[in-house]
């Protein structure tokens, strides 16, 4: 710990608010993006297209023609894959929401663990998972049932799962922007503190 003097710790409740609200915007990004990944995953309209001059479309586990839907027993490489990489990014995205409001209501160990920074780790490695997943599915999509099919487009399934993206992303910058850390300019010398352990 270091010595502060009255007028460095009369800023600390603003260094605090700051970190409460960008620790708070992480974990609202964070739970946005993952109720868009779970819609994601589940539901069907990854990929609209006419068969047979019929309107069909189809997610991850099933395809719709017709107005029936039945369940996809083909297993293909790609959707497996995608499939995978949908659930892990979604179980990480979970899992850093529980670290992220873990460091709020255990925030008197934040120098010792830093939740918030291993929050923004599992929302990055969220993105990642996500961010491959959603790549298979665009090459395969593209290479070969767009030829397959003349008449097909991406849908709105699709479209959530890269806006889960951005938002497991935004949600991983902002839980690493409050690092319990704060550079305090004193005659041309930076002193690097936590923010909780500034006093009179």
Known sequence: MFPVSKSYSAAAPLYQLKMYSFMGGGLFCAIVGNILLVVSTATD???????????????????????????????????NATRAFMILSGMSCFAGIIAGIMSFSHFSSFERFNRSFAAGIMFF????????????????????????????RFSWSYILGWVAMLMTFFAGKKEHRPEGRHCILREQSCIFLNSYTIFD
């Open 45 to 79: 309209y990854w990929m609209q297209y006419r068969l047979s001059g019929n309107y069909a479309h189809q997610g991850l586990w099933r395809y719709c023609m017709s107005n029936k839907c039945y369940m996809q027993t083909d297993s293909i490489a790609y959707w």
């Open 125 to 152: 490695v969220s993105t990642f998972f996500v961010l491959l997943g959603m790549a298979i599915y665009t090459g395969v999509t593209v290479n070969f049932l767009g030829r397959r099919f003349g008449d097909w």
